[in-house]
């Protein structure tokens, strides 16, 4: 007996599946902040695919890497404090049907010793398995007397942040170690690589807009990338943004400016800037 899997239609369905649930599920916001004596936050999701989706929901603790990559987090690390034990929600499944919202209500309560400081829990939607077997592989192979199909089934999720907030708590944000990769076989574009460091009890979350002028000339945007976060405990996290540039600039002789600001809905206001001289 002998297990047959074929690799490539394997990886081509966890990547349309991933895709596609990506796509089909809408969350609004993106990010809950629990803030003084804010005690509840509610959470739309809706289903924009063609076909019913069912959603397991569920607290889960995440942390972000120095590079900004989300992982599991089995135990609190030093300076690291979950929101969990304090949340509760409502409902923990649903099924939608195509076009149809469901409103998710998160409320916290905070024990009387908590001590100031800021903590941070995930909402995680996770896609149940279709009864159908409609998200699987069945339909790639069947097998033959005397073998074994794999069948594997590519459900995706979707988490967002919940931040519960005690006491006092402040950030102040810098941009560091700002250089610029030039474009190469592998990598068409110049790529923008630096740090952003984080100092104080919160965690800083907003956008980023690079721009180039040159000598005697107007700014010219060349990246900006929405909703960049950096989680406490970490005190930084290594960035790159590859720029895209108008047809006939060159980066040189002149100035690379570099801005991290608030989201537009918290007033824009500027968290940090930078600057890079180019010869």
């Given at each position: 007996?002998?297990n047959?899997?074929?690799?490539?239609?394997l990886?081509l369905?966890?990547l349309?599946?991933?895709?596609?649930a990506?796509a089909?599920?809408?969350?609004?916001?993106?990010?809950?902040?629990?803030?003084k004596?804010?005690r509840?936050?509610?959470v739309?999701l809706v289903?924009r695919g063609?076909k019913s989706?069912?959603?397991?929901?569920?607290?889960?603790?995440?942390r972000?890497?120095?590079t900004?990559?989300i992982?599991?987090?089995k135990e609190?690390?030093?300076?690291?404090?979950f929101a969990?034990?304090?949340?509760?929600y409502?409902p923990?499944q649903?099924t939608?049907?195509p076009?149809?919202?469901?409103?998710?209500?998160?409320?916290?309560r905070?024990?009387?010793?908590?001590?100031?400081?800021?903590?941070?829990?995930?909402?995680q939607?996770?896609r149940?398995a279709?009864a159908?077997?409609q998200?699987?592989?069945e339909?790639?192979?069947?097998?033959e007397?005397?073998?074994i199909?794999?069948?594997?089934?590519?459900?995706v999720?979707?988490s967002?942040?919940?931040?519960?907030r005690?006491?006092?708590t402040?950030v102040?944000a810098?941009?560091?170690?700002?250089?610029v990769?030039?474009?190469?076989?592998?990598?068409?574009?110049?790529?923008?690589?630096?740090?952003?460091r984080?100092d104080?009890?919160?965690s800083?979350?907003?956008d980023?807009?690079v721009?180039?002028a040159?000598?005697?000339?107007r700014?010219?945007?060349?990246?900006?990338v929405?909703?960049v976060a950096?989680y406490?405990?970490n005190?930084q996290?290594?960035?790159?943004?590859?720029?895209?540039l108008?047809?006939?600039l060159?980066?040189?002789?002149?100035?690379?400016t570099?801005?991290?600001?608030?989201r537009?809905?918290a007033?824009a206001k500027?968290?940090?800037?930078?600057?890079?001289?180019?010869?």
């Amino acid at each position: 007996m002998k297990n047959i899997v074929s690799t490539g239609a394997l990886a081509l369905a966890l990547l349309l599946g991933a895709q596609s649930a990506r796509a089909d599920l809408m969350l609004y916001p993106t990010r809950v902040e629990l803030e003084k004596n804010q005690r509840a936050a509610q959470v739309e999701l809706v289903n924009r695919g063609t076909k019913s989706e069912t959603y397991r929901i569920s607290i889960v603790n995440r942390r972000m890497t120095e590079t900004g990559e989300i992982v599991e987090a089995k135990e609190a690390q030093p300076g690291e404090q979950f929101a969990s034990p304090m949340l509760s929600y409502s409902p923990r499944q649903v099924t939608l049907q195509p076009g149809v919202g469901q409103t998710v209500r998160i409320s916290v309560r905070k024990p009387a010793d908590l001590a100031t400081g800021e903590y941070r829990s995930h909402l995680q939607f996770d896609r149940v398995a279709d009864a159908e077997g409609q998200s699987s592989l069945e339909a790639v192979t069947e097998p033959e007397e005397g073998q074994i199909a794999i069948v594997l089934q590519a459900l995706v999720g979707a988490s967002i942040p919940v931040i519960v907030r005690h006491g006092d708590t402040a950030v102040t944000a810098m941009l560091e170690d700002l250089k610029v990769e030039p474009a190469n076989e592998k990598v068409k574009t110049p790529v923008l690589v630096f740090a952003i460091r984080r100092d104080g009890n919160r965690s800083v979350y907003g956008d980023l807009v690079v721009e180039f002028a040159a000598a005697g000339a107007r700014p010219v945007a060349l990246a900006r990338v929405a909703g960049v976060a950096v989680y406490v405990p970490n005190i930084q996290r290594l960035a790159r943004m590859p720029l895209t540039l108008p047809d006939g600039l060159a980066l040189k002789n002149g100035t690379l400016t570099l801005r991290f600001s608030t989201r537009p809905d918290a007033g824009a206001k500027l968290l940090a800037q930078a600057t890079l001289a180019l010869p």
